[in-house]
């Protein structure tokens, strides 16, 4: 069964900076992009950027460039997220989601992390 | 960057109506588009990619039309299930991928 599994829900106050992880199973870690997509509370989707596991290159939002990172560990079949300077805007939940290239739509999900930056 | 409009915001209708709903976008990106759906706290799911191909798994009376800039996802007949919101995103190579703001589907 193909899944992604994320980590669990954060609380971070304004300037911290926070990881999520997105564990893959089921499938080809390195055969797959994982794009990260972020859901402010009430509001839409908005793509953040991806990483492709096979060779570690990735590609940000213009408006997040600067403040996320995302890397992999290929020997535990993880994607992670890291959003650094957190601001109150930055609440939302984070997905991980696999795509077959850069450019593509987004099969699997995963469950959904909440982030909550609060002072 | 493309831009992504959807219409309507909301739509209110009835179990077994025939719902559409439109994506435009701001210049042309052939039929790199898909469809997902999304029900309160859940993640989105998969609908329609490339317009009009329908993701494995997913009922028949869902269908996507269209090709350049204006985009159709239709509801066939109406199911109880199919209450959710539901959002276009495009993934041509040339723009960073967008979504469109969403279009929310409930009970009339």
């Known amino acids: 069964q193909v899944r992604l599994v994320q980590s669990g829900a954060e609380v971070k106050k304004p300037g911290a900076s926070v990881k999520v992880s997105c564990k893959a199973s089921?499938?080809?870690?390195?055969?797959?992009?994982i794009h990260w997509v972020r859901q402010a509370p009430g509001q839409g989707l908005e793509w953040m950027g991806w990483?492709?596991?096979?060779?570690?290159?990735?590609n940000y939002a213009q408006d997040l460039q600067g403040r996320v990172t995302m890397t992999r560990d290929t020997s535990i079949n993880t994607a992670y997220m890291e959003v650094t300077r957190l601001k109150p805007d930055d609440t939302a939940v984070y997905y991980c989601t696999r795509g077959l290239t850069m450019d593509d739509a987004f099969d699997i999900w995963g469950q959904g992390t909440m982030v909550t930056v609060s002072s | 960057d493309i831009q992504m409009t959807q219409s309507p915001s909301t739509l209110s209708a009835s179990v077994g109506d025939r719902v559409t709903i439109t994506c435009r976008a701001s210049?042309?990106?052939?039929?790199?588009l898909a469809w997902y759906q999304q029900k309160p706290g859940k993640a989105p799911k998969l609908l329609i990619y490339k317009a009009s191909s329908l993701e494995s798994g997913v009922p028949s009376r869902f269908s996507g039309r269209g090709s350049g800039t204006e985009f159709t996802l239709t509801i066939s007949s109406l199911q109880p299930d199919d209450f959710a919101t539901y959002y276009c995103q495009q993934y041509n190579i040339y723009s960073p991928l967008m979504f469109g703001q969403g279009t929310k589907v409930d009970i009339k």
């Open positions: 089921g499938y080809t870690f390195t055969g797959y992009f």
């Open positions: 210049q042309s990106i052939s039929i790199w």
């Open positions: 990483l492709n596991p096979h060779s570690g290159e990735t």
